[in-house]
């Protein structure tokens, strides 16, 4: 059993920027991927980034590209999303998401364990 907990969330202002932390913990692979996801109030849960835990590759949503960025620390079993030049639509629940394989895995299917999720809201 692999656990996410999530921590940094919180209310900022339109142009602010946050960072989301995911500490991963439990029965994990040397070889995994680890992924952030949203879900708005009324909206289906989407991706937003994923980070390959071996290379370190990358891969983001449309949405966030060029704001936002991924990145990991293997020695601490942390994942983080560095969020810039946040907007209201970028208000949602964020979910830290564990993939036992390797792979830059978009769908939420691809993954077999989330954290409780953090809340972000961002004000105009």
């Known amino acids: 059993q692999v656990q996410l907990v999530e921590s940094g969330g919180g209310v900022v202002q339109a142009g602010d920027s946050l960072r989301l932390s995911c500490a991963a913990s439990g029965r994990t692979f040397s070889n995994y991927a680890m992924g952030w996801f949203r879900q708005a109030p009324g909206k289906e849960r989407e991706f937003v980034a994923v980070?390959?835990?071996?290379?370190?590759?990358?891969y983001y949503a449309d949405s966030v590209k060029g704001r936002f960025t991924i990145s990991r620390d293997n020695t601490k079993n942390t994942v983080a999303l560095q969020m810039n030049s946040l907007q209201p639509e970028d208000t949602a629940v964020y979910y830290c998401?564990?993939?036992?394989?390797?792979?830059?895995?978009?769908?939420?299917?691809?993954?077999?364990?989330w954290g409780q999720g953090t809340q972000v809201t961002v004000s105009s």
């Open positions: 998401a564990y993939s036992g394989r390797p792979g830059l895995w978009v769908s939420r299917n691809d993954y077999e364990h």
């Open positions: 980070v390959t835990w071996s290379g370190g590759r990358t």
